[in-house]
T-cell receptor, first 116, second 113 residues
Framework: GAVVSQHPSWVICKSGTSVKIECRSLDFQATTMFWYRQFPKQSLMLMAT?????????EQGVEKDKFLINHASLTLSTLTVTSAHPEDSSFYIC????????????FGEGSRLTVL | QQQVKQSPQSLIVQKGGISIINCAYENTAFDYFPWYQQFPGKGPALLIAIRPDVSEKKEGRFTISFNKSAKQFSLHIMDSQPGDSATYFC????????????FGTGTRLQVTL
């Protein structure tokens, strides 16, 4: 299957700083990428849909100024957690759609964010 | 309308046994139903998926059974192995839209020796 790479796999930062997480589709072009958040022992919660060359669409309750998403190319989307606080500590996972009119999504390995 | 209900929450199966996880959905517009396997600290990996035009799909030891009239689908893992111990998520989406996946709540499977 298609490969989606996420970086970094884990990051620790101080409260008030910003952290950027990258999501790359390695062997295919992804016009649409999705960002999820997962708390321990819980399901994945969709945060936003990222479309190449346009603004991201955020799910209800997700602060767009807090979680900045940029999808500048067909193989790269980034999530920046701005002014991070301990409650932002979570497992962030991206996924990419491998083609049009397909539900098949490939997920990255996830990024564990810990805010001290 | 967007919910996908998954059960059981956790499951313990002996090696060689059959693991069965069930999901039910409400939105009749869903037309793609994947199952994902997730190991601790890793992203979900696509295991197997089905579309509503078939009632069953088998790939190796993994089988999806789909009941369109009941709006239910299930994952069967035959000859369960300790390496199958993971969390399994069912999901559903309408591929004609943004393909946003709606996930079930997950099932933690433990396969014992």
């Amino acid at each position: 299957g298609a490969v989606v790479s996420q970086h970094p796999s884990w990051v620790i930062c101080k409260s008030g700083t910003s952290v950027k997480i990258e999501c790359r589709s390695l062997d295919f072009q992804a016009t649409t990428m999705f960002w999820y958040r997962q708390f321990p022992k819980q399901s994945l919660m969709l945060m936003a849909t990222s479309n190449e060359g346009s603004k991201a669409t955020y799910e209800q309750g997700v602060e767009k100024d807090k979680f900045l998403i940029n999808h500048a190319s067909l193989t790269l989307s980034t999530l920046t957690v701005t002014s991070a606080h301990p409650e932002d500590s979570s497992f962030y996972i991206c996924s990419a759609k491998a083609g049009q009119n397909t539900g098949e999504l490939f997920f990255g390995e996830g990024s564990r964010l810990t805010v001290l | 309308q967007q919910q996908v209900k998954q059960s059981p929450q956790s499951l313990i199966v002996q090696k060689g046994g059959i693991s069965i996880i069930n999901c039910a959905y409400e939105n009749t517009a869903f037309d793609y139903f994947p199952w994902y396997q997730q190991f601790p600290g890793k992203g979900p990996a696509l295991l197997i998926a089905i579309r509503p035009d078939v009632s069953e799909k088998k790939e190796g030891r993994f089988t999806i059974s789909f009941n369109k009239s009941a709006k239910q689908f299930s994952l069967h893992i035959m000859d369960s192995q300790p390496g199958d111990s993971a969390t399994y998520f069912c999901a559903a989406t309408n591929t004609g839209t943004a393909s946003k996946l709606t996930f079930g709540t997950g099932t933690r499977l433990q396969v014992t020796l």
